[in-house]
């Protein structure tokens, strides 16, 4: 029986991830660089992510909960590091236990049941700032921790896509840790952070969003390549008439006559209605607007410079992680993530 192909789809650069996380490795210096593979990879499919990053050379792979840590357990082999940055929660015990991945352990409560049950290796989350997960910096860090096996100590940093103070604080509140609690590694940066130089490495980074192409910071600028391509079907080519709206709440109203392509991509696949009357695709190297306003299913693309196009064909949808950001007023981050289930995903 024929497997069910999607009407709209991924196309996946694995050549560019690898080489987006060699960059990062180089910028990182001395210190190990990880992978963030939280999210299902960043909405790229974080087992296909991981297997690739580990056929690079990466060894230290962060996902967010238990449920992720579950689908790429198989994935790992000796010398092969998987951490779990929500830590464990009592509903998590008896996988946590049982698993080759660590907990982070963030709060008092969580390091009182990791030791009570006599779990082994785990990291540890300080909060320096932020103000979500982590232990407080300003209180007896060393003392709450005693007598973990810690493998990790961790911190995360807030705004390290921007010049402002506040990063050199958490470095020094960071290195003021160093100081008092023993660990065989610390860890400080994200994407962003990497860039910051030197002083943020310590011995392990968590990069992120820069390995799946979304740019962190001017300084990564030429060396991140692109990793994801949607594409999408077009179901129906029609004709707009000038006075003629289109889609929800008649938003666009035709000046003149336009040929349409209906493409099946929509809000419930990520691409919002920040896109609407913003968006594009792209064919033969020509910027195709959206017209009217993105629906949950169905996308309306003005098509009159294209009479060749017809019902079937793949159309790329513009979405360079920078401008689409832009033109949406997404994030980078929430333009990967929203990237839903209906995706048929490819790797090149």
Not at 262 to 285: E, H, K, M, Q, T
Request: proline content about 4%; aromatic content about 8%.
């Amino acid at each position: 029986m024929q497997s069910y192909i999607a009407p709209l789809r991924l196309r996946l650069d694995g050549d560019a991830l690898v080489s987006n996380w060699r960059w990062l490795s180089a910028m990182s210096g001395s210190a190990a660089c990880g992978a963030a593979i939280k999210a299902n990879g960043y909405g790229l499919g974080s087992v296909e992510v991981m297997r690739r990053l580990m056929q690079a050379g990466c060894r230290d792979f962060f996902v967010s909960n238990w449920g992720e840590a579950a689908a790429v357990e198989p994935l790992l082999e000796d010398g092969i590091s998987l951490s779990v940055l929500h830590g464990v929660r009592a509903e998590d015990m008896a996988q946590a236990l049982a698993s080759r991945a660590r907990p982070v352990l963030c709060t008092p409560a969580q390091v009182a049941r990791w030791r009570t049950a006599g779990g082994g290796a785990c990291d540890v989350m300080v909060d320096t700032g932020m103000n979500r997960l982590g232990l407080d910096w300003r209180a007896d860090v060393a003392a709450t921790v005693e007598g973990l096996e810690i493998v990790t100590l961790l911190s995360h940093l807030a705004s390290a896509d921007e010049e402002t103070p506040f990063n050199p604080t958490q470095l020094e509140r960071f290195m003021a840790l160093r100081g008092q609690v023993s660990a065989p590694r610390y860890s400080l940066a994200n994407s962003a952070g990497i860039c910051l130089g030197s002083d943020y490495q310590f011995d392990l980074t968590r990069p992120g969003l820069a390995l799946y192409g979304g740019i962190p910071s001017d300084r990564a600028t030429g060396h991140i390549r692109p990793v994801v391509q949607p594409q999408a079907q077009l179901l129906q080519r029609r004709r707009l008439i000038a006075g003629d709206s289109i889609g929800y709440n008649t938003t666009f109203t035709a000046q003149r006559d336009h040929e349409v392509a209906v493409l099946n991509l929509g809000y419930a696949d990520g691409y919002l209605r920040g896109f609407s009357g913003r968006g594009a695709v792209i064919v033969d190297g020509e910027s195709l607007p959206v017209l009217g306003r993105v629906s949950m299913d169905l996308l309306a693309v003005d098509v009159s410079a294209k009479p060749d196009l017809a019902e079937g064909d793949w159309l790329d949808i513009a979405y360079d992680l920078g401008v689409a950001s832009t033109a949406s007023g997404l994030s980078q981050y929430e333009l990967l993530t929203g990237l839903g289930a209906r995706y048929d995903r490819h790797w090149d």
